[in-house]
């Protein structure tokens, strides 16, 4: 059974910082890129960032570029996003994701249960 199990998360005041994470079991996801996506009440679900499965590439949506990072470590199968700066319309569920790169900026095959943040003003 495949899983992507995420941890992190929580509420924290504009202008701080949350690091979350992904680990993917039950299979291998040699090739795949991994990636974060996030929804609010009433919007569509959004795509915040991805990277690639050697880790040479990053992609990242326009409004939180320069504030968030991606990464991921191969060995242990398992992909972060550090947040900083950040703001109070990053308020969202976050979702981690795994699929192929080129496919990724729209949806991905594999997902995790969500984790909520919260910034406040």
């Known amino acids: 059974q495949v899983q992507l199990v995420q941890s992190g998360g929580g509420l924290v005041q504009a202008g701080g910082s949350l690091r979350l994470s992904c680990a993917a079991s039950g299979r291998t996801f040699l090739g795949y890129a991994m990636g974060w996506f996030r929804q609010t009440p009433g919007k569509e679900c959004e795509f915040v960032a991805a990277i690639t499965w050697s880790g040479g590439a990053t992609d990242y949506v326009d409004s939180v570029k320069g504030r968030f990072t991606i990464s991921r470590d191969k060995a242990k199968n398992t992909v972060y996003l550090q947040m900083n700066s950040l703001k109070p319309e990053d308020t969202a569920v976050y979702y981690c994701?795994?699929?192929?790169?080129?496919?990724?900026?729209?949806?991905?095959?594999?997902w995790g249960q969500g984790t909520q943040v919260t910034v406040s003003s």
């Open positions: 994701t795994a699929g192929m790169w080129g496919h990724l900026r729209t949806s991905g095959d594999y």
